[in-house]
């Protein structure tokens, strides 16, 4: 139990630099950024150089910001899937993994609106020789499950145009951390899905809240150290800025900026045509990262369109996408869920005489003694 009497007087000791002034900093960042988009060669000689740092590259003027139509959408069909999981647990005696997928399908109209929701539970059960990369084999699953469960309901609905939303970056960076199995297992298989949506014309886009991406800041290192960043220090003053700090200096609530190609090194391992552009979006609340394809960025109707349904779902859900939050809501497995998972394990085993060995710290998680 928290001592939360100790704990006062320890917060208290050190309230003075729990919160930062940064006030200095975001306004060299802020200064910087003006004089780079007021320089019309700023990005070939930035792109000439040689950055240490990942510099996304544009087309449009970066000083240009979009606002959205603030007239309500008369129709619209919005998808999204989120999925939860339960690891391999070797205190609990099983090498069983579970992953549920919770998928919504809201469909609104100018009449009668209506949501569907539906869950789908994946069991895997783990070899010895694959333990050490369980943890990321249920990731990379779970991430395939729901490009899979989102599609086939965008599939269901062949005349509305739906869009699909989801919780994450289509920049498949936790592959980066991976062993190469898997990272050259699950990626073809990423990129096969993601071909589907474009073959089929169903717009996606990836939703990041609270962004912790520095690409636009990046640019302003490169402005700062006067694009000779690996001879000059002059851009460290910023280096722990973001680019929601940037972004909050000229957006509006529900503007967006300018389309971004992202260049990291995984990107390049991606068809031209799936190949990730980004833009920062101001929905009231917060100002998110949107991620898209190539080919759905290509066209500014398309842009238009997820700009729409994102903003109108962030009005509905007070700063936060509906269906994205209720996908959660329904992949999340809570307490009782992950008891009955286990409880089920340990019947099975009993109705086939097989001994389930539950480590001491489960047990004694579960009893509780003086």
Same mark, same amino acid.
């Given at each position: 139990?928290?001592?939360?009497?100790?704990?006062? =007087?320890?917060?208290?000791?050190?309230?003075?630099?729990?919160?930062?002034?940064?006030?200095?900093?975001? *306004? /060299?960042?802020?200064?910087?950024?003006?004089?780079?988009?007021?320089?019309?060669?700023?990005?070939?000689? *930035?792109?000439?150089?040689?950055?240490?740092?990942?510099?996304?590259?544009?087309?449009?003027?970066?000083?240009? %910001?979009?606002?959205?139509?603030?007239?309500?959408?008369?129709?619209?069909?919005?998808?999204?899937?989120?999925?939860?999981? @339960?690891? #391999?647990?070797?205190?609990?005696?099983?090498?069983?993994?579970?992953?549920?997928?919770?998928?919504?399908?809201?469909?609104?109209?100018?009449?009668? %609106?209506?949501?569907? &929701?539906?869950?789908?539970?994946?069991?895997?059960?783990?070899?010895?020789?694959?333990?050490?990369?369980?943890?990321?084999?249920?990731?990379?699953?779970?991430?395939?499950?729901?490009?899979?469960?989102? /599609?086939?309901?965008? /599939?269901?609905?062949? +005349?509305?145009?739906?869009?699909?939303?989801?919780?994450?970056?289509?920049?498949?960076?936790?592959?980066?951390?991976?062993?190469?199995?898997?990272?050259?297992?699950?990626?073809?298989?990423?990129?096969?899905?993601?071909?589907?949506?474009?073959?089929?014309?169903?717009? @996606?886009?990836?939703?990041?809240? &609270?962004?912790?991406?520095?690409?636009?800041?990046?640019?302003?290192?490169?402005?700062?150290?006067?694009?000779?960043?690996?001879?000059?220090?002059?851009?460290?003053?910023?280096?722990? &800025?973001?680019? +929601?700090?940037?972004?909050?200096?000229?957006?509006?609530?529900?503007?967006?900026? @300018?389309?971004?190609?992202?260049?990291? #090194?995984?990107?390049?391992?991606?068809?031209?045509?799936?190949?990730?552009?980004?833009?920062?979006?101001?929905?009231?609340?917060? @100002?998110?990262?949107?991620?898209?394809?190539?080919?759905?960025?290509?066209?500014?109707?398309?842009?238009?369109?997820?700009?729409? +349904?994102?903003?109108?779902?962030?009005?509905?859900?007070? =700063?936060?996408?509906?269906?994205?939050?209720?996908?959660?809501?329904?992949?999340?497995?809570? =307490?009782?869920?992950?008891?009955?998972?286990?409880?089920?394990?340990?019947?099975? =085993?009993?109705?086939?005489?097989?001994?389930?060995?539950?480590?001491?710290?489960?047990?004694?998680?579960?009893?509780?003694?003086?």
């Amino acid at each position: 139990m928290l001592n939360r009497s100790v704990l006062l =007087g320890q917060l208290s000791q050190i309230e003075g630099k729990l919160f930062s002034d940064y006030s200095n900093e975001y *306004a /060299l960042l802020i200064e910087s950024w003006k004089k780079l988009i007021q320089d019309p060669e700023f990005q070939d000689r *930035a792109q000439e150089s040689s950055s240490p740092w990942s510099l996304p590259s544009w087309e449009e003027n970066l000083s240009l %910001s979009y606002a959205d139509n603030p007239n309500p959408i008369d129709s619209y069909v919005a998808i999204a899937a989120d999925g939860s999981q @339960i690891y #391999p647990d070797r205190h609990s005696g099983t090498l069983c993994s579970l992953v549920n997928i919770g998928i919504i399908v809201a469909h609104y109209q100018s009449q009668k %609106s209506s949501i569907k &929701m539906d869950t789908k539970p994946y069991v895997h059960l783990f070899e010895e020789k694959d333990w050490f990369e369980a943890i990321d084999i249920v990731n990379c699953r779970r991430q395939e499950l729901e490009f899979k469960h989102a /599609l086939q309901a965008a /599939l269901e609905i062949p +005349t509305d145009n739906p869009i699909v939303l989801f919780d994450g970056s289509l920049i498949f960076w936790h592959l980066e951390n991976m062993s190469e199995r898997l990272h050259d297992e699950y990626l073809p298989r990423y990129l096969a899905l993601l071909d589907y949506y474009y073959k089929n014309k169903i717009l @996606i886009a990836g939703y990041i809240s &609270m962004p912790k991406s520095k690409e636009l800041v990046n640019l302003v290192r490169m402005q700062l150290s006067d694009c000779d960043p690996n001879n000059n220090d002059a851009h460290t003053q910023v280096d722990h &800025m973001l680019d +929601t700090h940037v972004a909050q200096s000229f957006l509006q609530p529900f503007e967006r900026t @300018i389309l971004f190609a992202n260049h990291s #090194p995984i990107v390049k391992l991606y068809p031209a045509h799936l190949k990730p552009y980004f833009f920062y979006l101001h929905v009231g609340d917060e @100002i998110v990262r949107i991620e898209v394809p190539a080919w759905v960025a290509e066209s500014k109707d398309n842009i238009d369109s997820i700009v729409k +349904t994102i903003c109108d779902q962030s009005r509905k859900g007070f =700063g936060y996408p509906v269906v994205l939050s209720e996908a959660h809501e329904q992949a999340v497995v809570k =307490g009782p869920d992950r008891d009955f998972f286990y409880h089920t394990i340990y019947d099975l =085993g009993q109705q086939q005489k097989r001994m389930i060995a539950f480590s001491l710290k489960q047990v004694k998680k579960r009893i509780v003694s003086v």
